[in-house]
């Protein structure tokens, strides 16, 4: 049992960061019907971006830990979210009337050229974060490990979400995003600004994708060019979970999905992990085949 | 609309036939360059093992400078033809195609094991030698082909010092894990099996998944077993984050890898802390080519790219081009000669990782294989 | 999309479109004659480089093949799959297992890897064929990696592991071994036109139809009593088993199959080019297998940078022909103006036979 309860520790902290990459997939695609496979790379780039300022500029041994990791963070999310927005108006806003496959082709497309540019520019071999950003502690409670820096990233995660739910539910922006998700046309009568909606939905979008790939930066210590395929297939698919299109269900989707893995890992076998979470994913989606929490968006016949 | 879009494609098909002709055609091509020797490199400078390619390629042609420098082979100059395989068998079959073509008298290449046995065929069809850098597993040189050789060893010689350099440090109870790739699986195998014809068996066997970062539960499940010494057959990222990980539940349990561990970007991943303990066995790393060649050349390059080759492997690719051009400046630019002087003149050559020699089968004699540790300051250090 | 046109119009039209065809069929049949006859005219050049380009020519005829089959499912049904590498797994795996365990020759293993990968379809798309779009896409990509998955695990001992399976023999036809890049040019390219005719042949018929009245309007088709179940899940199965073929001939092509071959990565390739060359048009299909191919390998040039490159052209290249380079026409239904007049095809209509 005592095993048990380490293994959702675990759990939690890799789905909290399935579940912000989640968030990207999920914003866009409630907004605009698109899946934006260029995703998961911008995830990437976010860790590259902190590679630059934590470890190429050393920004924590110049500014300590917390106010260095402060600032990146903010500087990470400046710049995936700039990024997200030229991928917008370069690869998918000439592709908004167009078949919506069109667009799944484009953004296949531009997520290669964009892996391969982080490949250019930093190489292609693995970089290390510095190890020693924060100090290994590890806290015992009853009898269990759980290291800070797991509590970091989890509520790190947790608060990001929690600030993107308010925003999304109580704020006037919040309820035009809302409101283009459910019918663009009728919210475009009704004086939203959809184009505006859209160009949010990709600030937001990366900024949280990019967000989570400096916080993988810094607990793991390790980066590399591809790293964005293995995430960004693991969020989508736990924005599927969840209910694509919604921002509750990417949440939970992504928490579960660390959760499956984790347990998949412990008690059945750590070589079909993967599979495993697959499996559930199919199993989920016969059963509820919009997800668990679908997005409330009547089927365009 | 219809007509309009045929003249495309038909355009397009050509435009892309004539091209792959022209630039594939040794008629166009070396017609500026007449005398020139071709070797050919055949490596992942794409895809998800682009570093271990990009190296290869950086200390190919560092090695080739220095012989065109020095006036070429007999008078001419080598030129290094680079095909990308992509780090897949179906990428390198188009690769070796297109090398063989280009008119490549021998080639250096690949990293991974099913990559180099997807074109074994197509080189020894052609008659073409090739000499493989990073491709441990057995069966590649068990074929009979009489035009492959390696310079790096193979799964079952490491499996070999890898069973025995832990059953030499008193280990009694080990815990296997490998990545599920080819190489990772192989080496845990042959250490599983060497184990257990020494009355040693292992309380833990199971696969992680390479690329993944979080290998906490692995370690708890491990842990649970009480092994006296982790062995991971796998690569170095992972093997960094299990380091990091093991320390952070802190438990202090040995750790020893392969030689896919040789990397200094481990211990930076991992921290010194954690990193410090760690064993592995691998040929000779760089700091330990000791050899005034080997001092030489690492001078070299760390001035060109301001950085040492990241992995050994990059070494041993330099070592396949090395032995290629002693092959040719005794007996000529000719493939099949070239592999005859491989196989039975080639003597004790002085290479960057120490002296090479091929035995029948194409793999390279001798003991390479070292045991390090990683120090308290970060460094591979070597034990006897 | 398909409204009639005016009778008097249409029939003017048409014979104007109809003395273009001729031509244009003539430079079509000349354009696959010079296509065939290219080995020969390598050898006759003397060219050094006819083995590379062969080899190239043969892998795109391959994956044109995959696409022509993968096109049935996503450009013909509208279903969208992302998993196709998956059947193409087994159909390779299969053969290689029949004929290294069994000592089958190649093309005896043919159709049981076709019927292997058909049955594998049916077992895995039942219970999810009722998903709609992006759902269905995220479960074949995960059927997909589970396939990899268990390649990789050796699952049943049936796959040796992450080394795959290897030493897998070349096919014989008619006593005639097929060995060298031009035997596989013809053997590839021959089933290439094969299975064009067959799945032009397919397109026209009462199950072609039923499929284009499915991706246009899945919940008309339904209402007008077509068995949309049904007609999906045969998609799907016909598509898997031309995939599973494909992998006999990429196993003994091969020799040796290993589990990176069967990636989410390639399932993405054939998905770009049905969607790149004109989803549901076989001519634009086997383009795109030209280009996205073809361009990985005229960009070798740039070296490191080369799938940079490649990804910008995708890009660019959708965003230039959002449709698809070379879409299908929109099919036109001519009015049966004089009633007494038939049209080649209308019988059919007339036809109430419910078999497919």
Not at chain 1, 26 to 39: D, E, S
Not at chain 2, 106 to 114: D, E, F, K, L
Not at chain 2, 269 to 284: C, D, E, L, M, N
Request: contains cysteine.
């Amino acid at each position: 049992m005592a095993h048990f309860v380490e293994q959702i520790i675990f759990g939690l902290t890799v789905g909290s960061v399935y579940a912000l990459i989640a968030l990207g997939y999920t914003m866009v695609y409630g907004v605009m019907k698109l899946i934006n496979f260029a995703h998961g790379e911008l995830f990437a780039l976010g860790a590259f971006v902190g590679y630059i300022f934590l470890v190429t500029l050393n920004w924590g041994g110049l500014l300590g830990p917390a106010l260095a990791i402060g600032c990146v963070a903010i500087i990470v999310c400046v710049a995936t979210a700039l990024a997200g927005h030229a991928l917008e108006r370069v690869a998918y806003r000439p592709l908004r009337h167009s078949d919506r496959l069109a667009a799944v082709v484009s953004a296949l497309g531009a997520s290669i050229f964009l892996q391969n540019v982080i490949m250019v520019v930093w190489g292609a071999q693995y970089r290390a974060f510095n190890a020693s950003l924060l100090p290994t502690i590890v806290w015992r409670v009853a009898g269990q490990s759980v290291p800070l820096i797991r509590v970091f990233v989890f509520l790190t995660a947790v608060v990001t979400m929690a600030g993107l739910y308010l925003f999304i539910n109580r704020t006037r922006f919040g309820l035009a995003i809302r409101a283009a998700a459910i019918d663009q046309g009728a919210a475009k009568l009704m004086g939203v600004d959809v184009r505006k909606v859209i160009a949010v939905v990709f600030l937001i979008g990366p900024a949280l994708g990019g967000l989570a790939g400096l916080l993988v930066g810094i607990y793991y210590g390790q980066i590399n060019f591809n790293m964005g395929q293995m995430y960004g297939l693991k969020a989508f698919t736990a924005a599927v979970i969840g209910g694509i299109g919604n921002i509750g269900g990417a949440m939970i989707g992504g928490l579960l999905l660390g959760l499956l893995e984790t347990l998949g890992d412990a008690y059945i076998s750590g070589a079909w992990k993967d599979a495993l979470a697959f499996v559930a994913l199919i199993l989920i989606l016969v059963f509820r085949p919009t997800g668990i929490l679908p997005e409330r968006v009547a089927e365009k016949l | 609309m219809g007509k309009f879009f045929f003249q495309v494609t038909f355009l397009a098909m050509a435009v892309l036939v004539a091209s792959a002709i022209s630039m594939t055609s040794p008629s166009i091509t070396s017609s500026w360059a007449a005398s020139t020797i071709k070797v050919g490199v055949m490596g992942p400078t794409t895809g998800s093992w682009a570093s271990e390619g990009q190296d290869m390629v950086k200390v190919i042609e560092i090695l080739a400078d220095q012989i065109n420098a020095k006036g070429g082979l007999r008078g001419d100059k080598v030129e290094v033809v680079v095909g990308d395989d992509g780090g897949t068998p179906k990428s390198a079959t188009l690769a070796a195609q297109r090398l063989l073509t280009l008119g490549v008298v021998a080639v250096v290449g690949t990293y991974g094991s099913s990559v180099t046995e997807a074109t074994q065929d197509i080189y020894d069809e052609a008659g073409v030698p090739q000499i493989a850098t990073g491709s441990t597993s057995i069966r590649l040189s068990e074929k009979g082909l009489k035009k492959f050789f390696r310079t790096c060893p193979r799964d079952d010689e490491q499996g070999r010092v890898l069973a025995g350099k832990v059953k030499e440090l008193g280990f009694s109870r080990p815990a296997i894990v490998h990545d599920n790739t080819s190489y990772a699986k192989g080496l845990a195998d042959e250490a599983r099996a060497i184990f257990k014809s020494q009355g040693i068996s292992e309380v833990y066997y199971d696969a992680i998944n390479p690329g993944d970062r979080d290998f906490a539960v692995a370690l708890s499940k491990i842990q649970a077993q009480n092994p006296d010494i982790i062995v991971f057959t796998g690569y170095y990222p992972e093997a960094a984050m299990i380091l990091r990980q093991k320390r952070e539940k802190g438990w202090n349990v040995p750790v020893i890898g392969g030689d896919a561990t040789n990397n200094r970007t481990l211990v930076e991943i991992a921290g010194r802390a954690a990193a410090a303990g760690y064993y592995f066995v691998s040929p000779p790393s760089l700091g330990d080519m000791k050899t005034p060649e080997a001092v030489e050349f690492l001078k070299v390059y760390q001035a060109k790219h301001n950085s040492l080759p990241s992995s050994v492997w990059a070494v041993l690719a330099g070592d396949a081009f090395q032995v290629i051009a002693e092959a040719i400046g005794n007996v000529g630019a000719d493939s099949t000669k070239i592999a005859t002087y491989l196989h039975n003149d080639l003597k004790d050559f002085k290479g960057l990782s120490g002296s090479i020699s091929f035995d029948e089968k194409g793999d390279r004699i001798g003991e390479v294989y070292r045991l390090y540790q990683v120090d308290e300051q970060g460094d591979f250090s070597l034990r006897e | 999309m398909s409204l009639a046109r005016h009778p008097l119009a249409q029939s003017q039209k048409s014979q104007r479109l109809d003395h273009q065809r001729h031509d244009f069929r003539f430079l079509q049949i000349a354009g696959v004659g010079l296509f065939l006859a290219l080995p020969f005219i390598f050898a006759s050049l003397g060219l050094t480089s006819a083995p590379y380009i062969l080899d190239l020519l043969s892998m795109i005829g391959l994956y044109a093949l995959l696409a022509l089959s993968l096109n049935v499912i996503l450009g013909m049904a509208g279903l969208f799959h992302m998993g196709h590498a998956a059947f193409f797994a087994v159909g390779a795996y299969v053969t290689a297992n029949l004929n290294l365990t069994y000592g089958w020759s190649i093309m005896a293993t043919l159709p049981v890897a076709a019927v292997a990968s058909g049955f594998m379809a049916l077992l895995v798309a039942f219970p999810v064929i009722h998903l709609r779009g992006d759902y269905l896409l995220i479960v074949t990509i995960g059927i997909v990696e589970i396939v990899k998955i268990a390649l990789t695990n050796d699952i049943f001992g049936w796959t040796g592991g992450p080394n795959g399976l290897i030493g897998v023999s070349r096919p014989v036809i008619f006593g005639y071994r097929v060995v060298k890049p031009h035997d596989f040019f013809y053997l590839i390219w021959l089933m290439v036109g094969i299975s064009t005719l067959l799945f032009h042949w397919l397109e026209n018929s009462r199950f072609g139809r039923a499929l284009k009245y499915i991706k246009e309007d899945t919940v008309a088709a339904e209402g007008m009593g077509v068995n949309t179940t049904a007609y999906k899940l045969m998609a799907f199965v016909i598509g898997a088993a031309w995939a599973g073929m494909a992998g006999t001939i990429f196993a003994s092509k091969m020799r040796a199959i290993s589990p990176e071959s069967f990636t989410f990565g390639e399932s993405v390739i054939m998905f770009t080019i049905v969607i790149l060359g004109g989803s549901g048009h076989q001519k634009g299909v086997i383009l795109g297998a030209f280009l996205v191919m073809g361009l990985p390998e005229l960009f070798r040039q740039f070296q490191d940078t080369r799938l940079l490159v490649y990804g910008a052209a995708l890009v660019a290249m959708m965003i230039f022909r959002p449709q698809g380079l070379w879409p299908p026409k929109p099919r036109l239904y001519r009015l049966p103006a004089p009633y007494d007049q038939k049209y080649p095809g209308e019988e059919k209509l007339k036809d109430g036979d419910r078999s497919c």
